[in-house]
């Protein structure tokens, strides 16, 4: 069985994360950049499941700047039998829409029978990257699981639900989605990093995957403003001269919130 895995590179949560005010993008020079911890999960689910069923291969994907290297070579530290990293300056701020076709036509070229990712990154919070892939490739799909079983020709789970928690079958192939309920990815030890160095990491293009990005083409996504955080301010203080309640009953209505 082949596994892929999507992984991704984020600017790290516990550091300064902005955005660039001229371009809308993420400021990736303003923090450090590291593999997504909901991505590291998913890779976990992969491995997990190949270190009880022998003969499974585990390959990460990301669609990354060049310069992201490092973070692709942490997931086979980790434990990825190989790699595939799509660079390409064309994709550059690429929307999601752009985004679920690039990694389509990887896993097309890849032929896996299961495509495994997180819910959603920490960076954009799109959510909708295993719907999109599913629609793409016209698999199944089994999405935002707190559970995972891959057995010979389907995929099983559980998702979680306002009134208790959902059993999920999907045929295989099938892409999956997972939240954050699944276990911490194991560290990379000394030995796993020395691996990594010579474990296989394609390079691929849009060329290579037979996609257009053209610039000159209709956008498909529509920036139509961007904007720093106003700063936070300072919240309503009552002071209780007898009529305290009535002004907590004004202010609750004024901003609709009874």
Do not use: C
Request: glycine share 8%; hydrophobic share 50%; charged share 20%.
């Amino acid at each position: 069985m082949k596994i892929f895995v999507l992984v991704k590179e984020v600017p790290d949560t516990y550091g300064d994360r902005k955005l660039n005010l001229e371009t809308g993008l993420a400021d990736r020079a303003a923090g450090d950049l590291v593999l997504d911890e909901i991505t590291e999960r998913a890779l976990e689910v992969a491995l997990t499941h190949a270190d009880a069923h022998e003969g499974t291969e585990v390959v990460a994907v990301s669609m990354a700047p060049a310069t992201s290297t490092a973070s692709v070579r942490r997931a086979l530290a980790i434990g990825a039998a190989s790699a595939i990293h799509i660079a390409d300056e064309q994709l550059a701020g690429a929307d999601l829409s752009l985004t679920a076709e690039v990694l389509a036509a990887a896993i097309r070229r890849g032929a896996p029978d299961v495509v495994i990712t997180g819910n959603l990154s920490t960076d954009g919070a799109g959510g909708v990257i295993p719907a999109m892939l599913a629609e793409h490739l016209g698999w199944a799909q089994a999405t935002a699981l707190t559970t995972v079983e891959i057995d010979a020709d389907a995929v099983t789970g559980t998702r979680a639900a306002d009134a208790g928690a959902q059993s999920v079958t999907a045929p295989l192939p099938a892409v999956v989605s997972i939240t954050e309920a699944l276990p911490d990815a194991r560290f990379p030890n000394f030995k796993g990093i020395m691996a990594a160095k010579k474990k296989p990491l394609e390079v691929l293009t849009l060329a290579d995957l037979g996609v257009s990005a053209d610039p000159g083409a209709a956008p498909r996504t529509i920036m139509t403003s961007v904007a720093e955080k106003p700063p936070r301010a300072a919240g309503v203080k009552i002071t209780d001269e007898g009529d305290a309640a009535a002004q907590l009953v004004d202010y609750l209505v004024q901003n609709r919130l009874v």
